[in-house]
């Protein structure tokens, strides 16, 4: 991956974030499933991110979050060596927030390649904050250098999370959060998967875990958080796997080694 490919990413990220606010404050919602909402917003960032992509890159994969595009080729996620580059595309990751006219929502653009995602676009809007990052090179905030906190000790840390749309009292995801709740100084529900590992990336989060999301919803922010020195793993220990997200990112060695059996 280079400039050419985060350039263009960069163009299509603000694209989509240009028809997220133009529609705002007049967005049409509905339900994919119950309590699970989009929007009119979703769908119009989402073609003006494809169309920029696809306009530069024409011979890429494409998988988005709405309008069907759910799956990535066989080949892209068996990681053929002849698979295209594929983009993966949140045209609106925290579309609960949005529609609620809160902060805390996100476009969110990746490219795997290779088997592995490679280069991570984030951009939230309404603070005209870009989060990015390529492998291998670093992650920066509007060109500042990030880097994951120094927060050993989970009685210390700030932690997020993330639960699934309709989750019940009875779900595992829910145990979890009490048993962290417990051991941290604070835990958080911000509604937003792309912007939560971004802030572990930044420091402003010691951790974040879910096991919920989509891959669309983590695999921008797999990149930025990586290249920012944070650890990221499956949320039992086991290897991450960019398709099935269910995982946890800490700021370092020590605080991801805590976290772990609270999570498994």
Same mark, same amino acid.
């Given at each position: ?190 509604? /937003?998967? =792309?912007?939560?590992?971004? +802030?572990?990336? $930044? %420091?402003?989060? @010691? ?5 919920? #999301? &989509? !891959? ?11 290249? /920012?020195? =944070?650890?990221?793993?499956? +949320?039992?220990? $086991? %290897?991450?796997? @960019? ?5 946890? #990112? &800490? !700021? ?11 999570? /498994?």
């Amino acid at each position: 991956m280079d400039q050419q490919h985060l350039d263009v990413a960069v163009e299509a990220a603000r694209a989509g974030a240009k028809e997220l606010m133009a529609r705002r404050d007049d967005r049409v919602v509905s339900e994919k499933s119950p309590k699970d909402l989009v929007t009119d917003a979703d769908l119009a960032s989402q073609h003006a991110i494809r169309q920029r992509l696809q306009a530069a890159f024409p011979d890429y994969a494409f998988v988005g979050e709405e309008e069907g595009e759910n799956d990535p080729p066989e080949s892209v996620r068996r990681g053929d060596p002849d698979a295209p580059p594929c983009w993966v595309v949140d045209p609106l990751d925290g579309t609960v927030n949005y529609v609620h006219r809160l902060q805390s929502f996100a476009v969110s653009i990746a490219l795997y390649a290779r088997g592995k995602m490679r280069l991570g676009v984030i951009l939230d809007p309404t603070r005209d904050e870009l989060f990015t990052a390529i492998d291998g090179q670093g992650a920066q905030a509007n060109g500042r250098v990030m880097e994951s906190s120094d927060c050993q000790q989970i009685g210390n840390s700030l932690i997020a999370c993330s639960f699934k749309a309709g989750v019940q009292s009875d779900d595992p995801e829910v145990g979890r959060f009490v048993r962290v709740l417990e051991q941290c100084r604070s835990l958080r529900r911000l509604g /937003s998967c =792309a912007l939560n590992m971004c +802030y572990v990336a $930044d %420091g402003r989060l @010691d951790a974040y875990w879910a096991t919920g #999301v &989509a !891959a669309w919803d983590s695999a921008a922010g797999t990149v930025i958080a990586r290249e /920012s020195g =944070a650890v990221l793993t499956a +949320y039992n220990g $086991d %290897g991450f796997d @960019d398709w099935n997200p269910k995982f946890v #990112v &800490a !700021a370092n060695t020590s605080l991801h080694q805590s976290l772990l059996p609270l999570l /498994s």
